[in-house]
């Protein structure tokens, strides 16, 4: 649904010999300040392994195809990094970003601060640990209550119409 209903563009992939029609991905709908800061209009969720932000959206929308608005109000631009990986897959991503996933990334203190490995109290963090801290990061997502999702579609289908013209 979300992409089809994105204006069109014209795009040359040859210095302008020819062009070609496609959807313009680079417009998305931004949720104000007001509406992603206003708690009471949506619930928190941890993501666990598996899910997908179609899952998501099937789970509290009955619909896989609201995705995009799960996406957009937690400001995930990127699904493939934005959303946390598996484990396997986080395992595997830091595989092939470390030659050494045992290897240490940096030093923290008793209160989580990254300190000199000579501090006292210095605690070693693993590459690994590394990525997976900032993996689990990015579990808690906020999720429009439902009773608020026709407003929101009902305001990017409007503001997609003034795109159109």
């Known amino acids: 649904m979300y992409f089809e209903t994105l204006p069109k563009t014209f795009y040359s992939l040859d210095d302008g010999v020819s062009t070609q029609i496609i959807t313009n991905i680079f417009l998305r709908y931004v949720f104000s300040d007001e509406v992603k800061n206003n708690l009471t209009l949506y619930e928190l969720y941890d993501i666990v392994d598996g899910d997908t932000p179609e899952i998501v959206s099937d789970k509290f929308y009955s619909r896989p195809d609201y995705h995009w608005i799960i996406l957009h109000l937690n400001e995930i631009i990127d699904p493939r990094y934005g959303w946390p990986l598996s ?79």
Do not use: M
């Not at 395992?91 to 923290?108: D, F, R, T």
């Not at 990015?138 to 159109?164: E, H």
């Open 87 to 165: 484990t396997f897959n986080l395992q595997k991503y830091s595989e092939g970003k470390y030659a050494n996933i045992n290897a240490v990334h940096h030093y923290i203190n008793s209160d989580g601060f990254i300190v000199n490995s000579n501090a006292p109290g210095a605690t070693s963090v693993s590459n690994f640990q590394y990525e997976e801290q900032l993996n689990e990061a990015k579990r808690r997502i906020k999720i429009l209550k439902p009773v608020y999702l026709r407003t929101v579609i009902d305001n990017f289908q409007t503001s997609l119409g003034r795109l159109n013209g």
